[in-house]
């Protein structure tokens, strides 16, 4: 209202200042013409008055409206904040339930996988024990009682050796292997030419193409094996008739990294044989390790089965396999008795609960190599210089329950 005063009072200053001067009052015309102007612009002001007020009162009108959409659209942000916290923790509440679900679906697949590879490694050791059993189905039923005399066949100067005979073929012929790295084997004809050291019929020296390692030398069928010198786990299946290597095998699970026994310093693999054939015994990883024994087949040479045993080479001096199962002898490495405290039966037979205490007769110095012979059911070994026969009694295995 203040401005359509205010523009009032300039429109009148503004007429008042179009009025013709005083000398032109006196002339009726002119006042009429400028009456008639005024009028015109007093209804034009008026109108504009009027539409003032309208529009006035339509911003009023307007305003009161916008107060009143403000206030509800208030309402309805409260509504709408409050409609979407419910619909966020709706939202979270399924998701627990989505997580949930995901996880009992995750559990019963984990448990029907679990129970799957439970099953199939049930399925899996019950073959593999099928196959141990007819690996080692020879007719030999025999368990170790007692060592249960020694006989010194024969006396040299060597501390470290090895001596056999052929342990599956008739032949009478003993074969003497000095050292533990050397490439000549002297072949003797039968036991009493080897202890006596006649020169009839002479021994025949055997010049090898390979040096050997150790003293785990074995002859299978007219075959010396032996670890060939030089190498971390090679073993040489030599032809003695033929004087030619015959086959050679890379023995796997570590063999050759460590000394199979504490008391024998040169010996890194030993090769046995049994009723069931030909095996390889090692240490496992580590110092003073666990032993690992291996079948192999002496035809191919290939690796039939290996176990885990729970001996340890530590104070360990040497071992033999005797049907099928390792006996493995420890001492203190001096004067202190020899005697089998572990034994490993693959078929679970036996035990060492199953034995008597199984003593040596005492002998000055470490065994270098104790071999057993399936033809002549005993055992071959080398003590400071002492080749020696070891008789044997034994029982047969108690049934499998």
Not at 372 to 388: C, E, H
Request: net charge neutral; aromatic share 10%; with cysteine.
């Amino acid at each position: 209202m203040m401005a359509l005063r205010r523009a009032s009072a300039v429109l009148v200053l503004f007429l008042v200042a179009l009025l013709p001067p005083p000398q032109c009052a006196q002339d009726p015309g002119m006042v009429h013409y400028i009456y008639q102007r005024f009028q015109v612009l007093e209804q034009g002001l008026e109108k504009c008055t009027q539409a003032m007020r309208a529009y006035i009162q339509d911003f009023q009108e307007f305003s009161k409206n916008i107060t009143t959409m403000l206030g509800r659209c208030q309402t309805y942000t409260s509504e709408y904040k409050s409609a979407v916290t419910n619909l966020v923790l709706r939202v979270e509440r399924a998701q627990r339930e989505i997580d949930y679900l995901e996880y009992l679906r995750e559990a019963d697949v984990c448990v029907e996988s679990e129970d799957k590879t439970l099953a199939e490694k049930l399925i899996q050791e019950e073959e593999e024990e099928k196959k141990i059993r007819t690996l080692l189905n020879a007719s030999c039923d025999n368990m170790l009682m007692g060592v249960k005399s020694l006989k010194i066949v024969k006396k040299t100067v060597d501390t470290h050796g090895s001596w056999m005979k052929d342990a599956v073929s008739n032949s009478q012929k003993v074969y003497f292997l000095v050292g533990s790295r050397n490439k000549t084997v002297w072949e003797f004809a039968n036991m009493r030419a080897f202890m006596e050291d006649s020169t009839k019929p002479a021994p025949r020296k055997l010049i090898l193409t390979h040096s050997w390692q150790g003293t785990g030398q074995v002859i299978h069928k007219g075959f010396l094996f032996f670890h060939n010198q030089g190498t971390l786990n090679e073993i040489i299946k030599y032809n003695l008739q033929k004087r030619a290597v015959e086959d050679r095998m890379l023995l796997p699970g570590g063999a050759g990294r460590a000394l199979v026994y504490q008391h024998s310093p040169s010996t890194y693999i030993d090769l046995a044989v049994d009723e069931h054939g030909l095996w390889a015994i090692h240490s496992g990883p580590g110092v003073y390790g666990h032993l690992v024994l291996t079948k192999i087949e002496p035809g191919t040479l290939g690796v039939e089965h290996s176990w885990d045993t729970p001996c340890r080479s530590q104070d360990a001096e040497a071992s033999f396999v005797l049907c099928g199962v390792l006996y493995v002898v420890y001492s203190s490495g001096g004067y202190g008795p020899h005697r089998i405290t572990c034994v490993y039966d693959p078929l679970g037979n036996i035990s060492e609960d199953d034995l008597p205490k199984l003593f040596f007769p005492r002998r000055p110095r470490s065994h270098s190599v104790i071999h057993y012979n399936p033809r002549d059911k005993q055992l071959y070994a080398w003590n400071d210089g002492n080749q020696i026969i070891y008789k044997l009694q034994t029982k047969r295995k108690q049934p499998l329950e």
